[in-house]
């Protein structure tokens, strides 16, 4: 990013966060929700990027269940659309304004952040991460998936589809959220590093909504005549393009869909045929991991700075198989 308009976006960030100093919540995903089992000497505040999809339910599962094994109390909150930037600062100021003993968060934008940031160090609160960090020296751990590798993955199964070569397409999620920046970058630099055969002929973003995500894989569809596949990187890209393939009346099979995610419409496709297959993470283990590393750091323990959570390929052949089904989500 440019100086100058890291500037202003840090101005306007904590400008915001001035303005939401004290408020409680707005950003549209609800009050945020308490669970575990403790008697309230520990709390865990987590703010996600969202609730609208299905990851973001078996995140919070997650985290409800080491809660409970840990004996304490988390709250869970989000904003409901992965776009509501000011509403998930909103939910952070929120978060520190209420002290807890520490705090799990999931960036939306790495550099609006950073203010807040400084606001919980002065407070005394630790930040532990999850999915996606902030541009700030002071989140203590992260637990997340492998991006740039589960991208290079999905690259080298559409290869794989389409017979090493031919045209493909990205509808992405976001160009700024570092998860939507790494599933991208490991797909295409997979893509030219080992298939030279297979060019992709467009990238283009629908902020991880499957309405905008459709409208943007059928243009993609129509605009390449000899297009062979395209790739969500998120949940609702994936849909988005499943959907497209629908509309627009293709036979399963006849376009190569690789997604990015599980949840119900993405286990139905590939049962279907509609997708061939996609990159399910772990977000049970992530809500479980940046639970017990806020714990850890809560008790004067340092865990690990980068928390590996895996990611696997699924699809028709392997749902059912043990290590596959147990992180898939619906």
Known sequence: ??????????????AVALSLAGCSNGGGGGAAEESGSGDGDITIALVSKGFQHQFWQAVKQGAEQRAEELGVTVTFDGPAAETEIDGQLQMLQAAIDKKPDAIGF????????????????????????????????YGQSIAKTDSMGAG???AD???????????????GHSQINSTGVERRDGFI????????DIEIVD???????????????KTMIQAHPD????????????IGVVNAVGELGLEPGELTVVGFDSGKAQIDAITNGIMAGAITQNPIGIGEEVVQAAYDIINGETPE??????YYWFDKDNMDDEEIAAVLYE
């Open 1 to 14: 990013m440019k100086t100058g308009k890291k500037v202003a976006v840090l101005a306007a960030a904590a």
């Open 106 to 137: 999931a960036a939306l934008d790495p550099e609006a952040c950073i203010p807040l940031y400084e606001s919980a160090e002065s407070a005394g609160i630790p930040i532990v991460e999850f999915d996606a960090g902030c541009s700030s020296e």
């Open 152 to 154: 290079a993955l999905a």
């Open 157 to 171: 199964h559409m290869a794989e589809l389409i017979g090493g070569k031919g045209e493909v397409a990205i509808v």
């Open 189 to 196: 630099e997979q893509m030219e590093a080992e298939y030279p």
């Open 203 to 217: 990238t283009q973003y629908g902020d991880g909504d499957h309405l905008k995500s459709a409208d943007i894989a």
């Open 227 to 238: 297009l062979k596949g395209i790739y969500g990187t998120n949940e609702g890209s994936a």
């Open 305 to 310: 700075e980068v928390i590996d959570t895996g």
